[in-house]
């Protein structure tokens, strides 16, 4: 090949057409322009839109954390509380495929489940699995300790209840997300739930934050909540009913403790319970709160009512004597006593609780109407408003409904039905010189004026013949507790097994106590007591008694029966040296 | 002039480098904070978790259960307690 110099290269002897040029000239001209008008852009109108783009990469939102609100008894004392705990995560797509058999193990070990399912959960397809919520801090300190990639740990809170099962009813308890479920703290969600605020801040590369930029919403705690139970009160309550309910082999059991001054409920005892903490298997039965959502009969327990009614209305006194008779026939079927009774006055009516005492004095003397609007004054047929989900209000027929029959039963508490809650509530009448007494969960320790239902003196007149019952000769002397007097009405109700009275049968006491100036409203309900006597005045008197006696001297109320004691005026602490060494323990005779 | 010159960037730059030293300065003010604002929280949560033990250990269950198996007490009962009426 013949060489060819440089200069000689034929490619530069070719001319090119003069338009190529000016083409390439003006498209590069073009495309500057463009580049330019881009520029200008970036920098002027469109610059918000990278600047955003610029800040979500060094600026993030993170959550500020709220606390649910604590709830305390009237003491001050914790029954719920939130601590922190963790939730494990593993983020699947980060956790390696060749993990560890032996990290595994430790990890599902700690995790208290099976190396099985731990594995399942780590091949799920989704990005994002609980492994476990609610660990204790420690434990997940453990797991951090592992360092195993992919699994991490979420903040959370658990909410625990150290009073357990005895106060299980009146706060109930919260879901895992630390929602109300049950009792109060479903009642008062709003308020306890907290709101967790927001915050915007500047990360290094690191991930650290570094700057604040600006809290966006500020956390907002929930509120606490005092309640008027003591839980003192309302653990001695629980434990009464437990044991009467294992003594009685009954099915369940129920108490309830007013302050009939301040009109604060004490204790809301219910057994069969459960442990608010642990919530495994579960039944209906057990979430019940019986005290509340059940309806009853009230039996014997509403002849106290019924009296007050005819005496309120002036045509008897507590001495007005009346035939009652081995039976009595209204309607269909004849009205009995459990024992005969020749004559009875009306205070011995309510000691002995005779029926037909209590279906005559009906019948003789006061209309259904007249009936009716005492039991309404009272309570019955309306559910109690103390902000509690699920109270019943019971039912009582319309009066105009009655045949004669409904009306001598309904004297002595049958034909209609309330809640425990109920009935305790309508003795505050007595409790209170004749004033039903507003009630409240919450604590609010001022006296509370009440709306009259009947005379001060009728009050203190079914007051007298209330202490009768416990006294020897009247049906409950087991309800009698130590250094008070107290009184009460007894009760036992036929339970409505289907369409009939089976033979199954509820016991009840209700009662005020001390007797001189009554401080408390209590009563208690057995359901279905077997082996041995199912009378209201063996199975339940006893349980209020224990209540009682504990309950007052819980609150500090003077002693008001005839226990010698010593009674220091005016003591120094000389005075309370020389009696406490000379006092000497008398014992209680009964 | 060439002296004002000097004058105002020498300024300038020590108004510069105390601008640095400032940021600096609120970083670590910051980082402070953050820490303390973690520890509060921590503090707290230690409190709640205390307050809750003690509860646990004062509960009525407990303090019943102690009293009669371990200290051997009984219940109060009226006739031996002592009433001291306040002084008026």
């Known amino acids: ?590 | 002039m060439n002296r004002a010159t000097l004058t105002l960037l020498s300024l300038l730059l020590i108004c510069a480098l105390s601008l640095v030293a400032a940021q600096q300065r609120a970083r670590k003010l910051f980082v402070a904070l953050e820490r303390t604002q973690v520890e509060e929280y921590k503090l707290n949560q230690d409190w709640l978790r205390l307050e809750y033990e003690q509860r646990n250990l004062s509960k009525s269950a407990r303090i019943r259960d102690v009293a009669r198996n371990q200290l051997r007490m009984m219940p109060i009962s009226p006739e031996r307690t002592l009433y001291l009426k306040e002084a008026k």
Do not use: C
Request: no cysteine.
């Open chain 1, 1 to 590: 090949m013949r060489p060819v110099g440089f200069s000689t290269t034929p490619n530069l002897v070719l001319r090119l057409p003069m338009w190529r040029s000016r083409l390439m000239l003006f498209l590069l001209f073009f495309v500057f322009t463009l580049l330019l008008i881009r520029a200008f852009w970036i920098q002027g109108p469109g610059n918000a839109f990278y600047e955003a783009k610029a800040v979500r990469g060094t600026q993030r939102e993170l959550e500020l954390p709220a606390s649910r609100g604590k709830i305390l008894d009237r003491n001050g004392m914790v029954i719920a509380t939130s601590l922190e705990a963790k939730s494990v995560i593993a983020y699947n797509d980060t956790v390696p495929d060749d993990l560890s058999a032996e990290k595994v193990q430790k990890l599902a070990s700690l995790l208290q489940m099976s190396e099985h399912d731990l594995r399942k959960k780590l091949k799920e397809e989704r990005k994002q699995v609980f492994l476990k919520r609610q660990v204790d801090p420690e434990l997940a300190q453990q797991i951090k300790k592992l360092e195993i990639p992919g699994i991490g740990l979420n903040n959370e809170y658990r909410r625990f209840y150290p009073e357990g099962e005895a106060m299980a009813h009146v706060v109930g308890f919260t879901n895992v997300e630390d929602r109300g479920q049950e009792g109060m703290e479903l009642s008062r969600e709003k308020d306890l739930a907290g709101h967790p605020g927001q915050r915007r801040v500047v990360v290094d590369r690191l991930g650290r934050v570094v700057e604040d930029v600006a809290i966006e919403q500020f956390p907002q705690n929930g509120k606490d909540l005092q309640l008027s139970i003591d839980s003192k009160i309302q653990y001695l309550a629980y434990n009464a009913v437990k044991s009467a309910v294992e003594q009685h082999h009954a099915k369940a059991g129920g108490a309830v403790v007013l302050d009939t001054q301040t009109g604060e409920i004490l204790a809301l005892a219910n057994y069969p319970s459960y442990n608010p903490n642990d919530r495994r298997g579960l039944v209906g039965e057990q979430l019940r709160n019986r005290v509340l959502t059940d309806m009853f009969e009230p039996g014997s327990t509403i002849k106290p009512f019924t009296v007050s009614a005819a005496l309120e209305k002036g045509v008897i006194t507590p001495n007005t004597s009346m035939a009652i008779g081995a039976s009595y026939l209204v309607g269909k079927k004849p009205i009995t006593d459990t024992h005969p009774n020749g004559t009875l006055t009306i205070a011995q009516v309510i000691q002995k609780s005779s029926n037909i005492g209590a279906a005559k004095i009906a019948m003789n003397y006061l209309s259904p109407e007249e009936m009716w609007d005492m039991y309404t004054a009272v309570g019955f047929g309306q559910a109690p408003k103390i902000g509690f989900p699920g109270a019943v209000a019971g039912t009582l027929h319309p009066f105009k409904n009655w045949v004669p029959s409904d009306q001598a039963r309904v004297a002595f508490g049958y034909g209609l039905s309330g809640s425990l809650f109920q009935v305790a509530r309508a003795y505050t009448i007595f409790a209170r010189d004749g004033e039903l007494v507003p009630l409240t969960i919450e604590r609010s320790p001022e006296f509370k004026t009440g709306t009259r239902v009947i005379s001060a003196k009728t009050a203190i007149e079914m007051r007298q013949m209330l202490e009768t019952v416990t006294l020897p000769g009247g049906t409950a002397v087991k309800a009698q507790a130590d250094g008070y007097r107290v009184g009460g009405k007894t009760g036992t109700a036929h339970k409505l097994v289907g369409k009939a009275y089976g033979n199954r049968y509820l016991a009840y006491f209700a009662g005020i106590a001390p007797i001189s100036a009554p401080r408390i409203s209590v009563a208690v309900m057995i359901d279905e007591p077997t082996g041995g006597s199912y009378y209201g005045g063996d199975v339940a008197a006893p349980v209020f008694s224990a209540i009682v006696s504990e309950t007052l001297r819980t609150l500090n109320v003077l002693p008001d029966s005839s226990v010698k004691q010593a009674v220091l005026d005016d003591a120094g602490p000389a005075e309370i040296h020389a009696a406490s060494v000379s006092a000497q323990p008398v014992v209680l005779k009964r």
